[in-house]
């Protein structure tokens, strides 16, 4: 099966899942999209009508209609996911698959652990691994000492620091089958 089926597959079972209440309590969050948002054409026409007319205040009731929010979202996150952790989601999920063709996009390394984690640089995104903010572009996954002694400021230490914390976190982690899971997930 190709990779964007599977992720489509994936992320509309796990979007079916999750109960209305839940999803309605986050609709807000996406409720400022326009034509400009990377998922407005996945939205159903009179979805888009609504947010168009309604800006700024999402509905009270749910519609199954929204639950493309949430599968765009869930799509987009598994885009640099490697294929054997997309394999092993797949089956967990009871989506019946024997195999997966295709690659992840592309994806820069985190500079705390080294996980291909980040699709853009200097987003201020968090790495799904470690939890490292990537605040700056250039803050390479180079070692040097001037890198690794740079204060953070959204972490509040240096990158030292911070890495030698979450190396014990992870040492814990791996420990835990569900927690280890994230470690597969990316490539190196």
């Not at 205040?57 to 640099?80: G, H, K, M, N």
Request: charged share 35%; with cysteine; hydrophobic share 35%.
């Amino acid at each position: 099966m190709r990779r964007e089926q599977l992720i489509q597959l994936i992320a509309r079972e796990v979007v079916a899942r999750r109960p209305p209440h839940e999803k309605l309590k986050e609709l807000p969050a996406y409720w400022d999209w326009d034509e400009d948002s990377p998922g407005w054409a996945l939205l159903h026409p009179r979805v888009r009508e609504e947010l168009l007319h309604r800006a700024g205040s999402p509905p009270w009731l749910w519609r199954s209609a929204y639950d493309a929010f949430f599968e765009f979202v869930e799509q987009d996150a598994r885009r640099i996911v490697r294929n054997e952790a997309l394999l092993t989601e797949a089956r967990a999920l009871g989506v019946p698959v024997s195999s997966v063709e295709g690659v992840p996009d592309k994806a820069h390394r985190c500079p705390c652990c080294g996980f291909r984690t980040f699709e853009w640089r200097g987003e201020y995104d968090l790495c799904p691994v470690c939890q490292w903010e990537d605040e700056c572009a250039e803050d390479s996954f180079e070692d040097g000492p001037a890198r690794l002694e740079r204060f953070s400021l959204p972490h509040h230490m240096t990158r030292a620091e911070y890495r030698q914390r979450y190396e014990a976190r992870r040492d814990a982690e791996l420990k835990d089958p569900v927690l280890a899971l994230k470690y597969e997930r990316y490539a190196r």
